[in-house]
């Protein structure tokens, strides 16, 4: 049990480490987002799965920290992106579609 | 076996703030603080399975709220202004 706990929190260690690489190597502010956003929560689960390998008698305490990362983290970065598209920080290259500025447009 | 995972976690930490520090906007730093925060807790986990204490746990729920309430705050600041 001890074994395959360490093997999940391992995992979830290698999934920050590479949070932090992106972080440091993505060009924009919304491919940093993207990887800075999915890869800790991911990482948190795993962490969190490990630990309940570990130690199967707090499971409770550690599912409700599972679920409230799983709820409100995806709800803190898509707050982060909105609040950026909407102060104007635009999109790093010129080719790709900018969906939500073109709706924007349309509607006016 | 714990210090080879608590070495990996403070290496990604020290290169999470040094986006945190260089970034050239406002939103990469808010970005790197949001990640910060949610490595915390998982440090925090780690920790309460070291001291086997389970009473930590409390404290990484605690944690998790606040960094939640932390990144939707400059959120709205980065949106509207104060």
Known sequence: ?108 | MFEAVVMVLLFSMFLILIRFLKGPTLSDRVVAFDALSVISVSVLVILALYFERSIYLDVALVFGVIGFLGTTIFGRFIEKGI
């Open chain 1, 1 to 108: 049990m001890t074994i395959i706990g360490f093997f999940f929190i391992s995992m979830g260690v290698v999934a920050f480490l590479i949070s932090a690489i992106g972080l440091l190597r993505m060009p924009d502010v919304y491919t940093r987002m993207h990887v800075g956003a999915k890869s800790p929560t991911v990482g948190t689960l795993f962490v969190i799965i490990g630990t309940i390998f570990i130690e199967p008698a707090w499971a409770l305490k550690l599912i409700l920290l599972a679920t409230f990362i799983l709820l409100t983290n995806p709800l803190s970065s898509s707050v982060i992106a909105r609040a950026s598209h909407k102060s104007g920080m635009r999109l790093q290259d010129d080719d790709c579609v900018d969906a939500l500025n073109r709706s924007k447009e349309e509607s006016k």
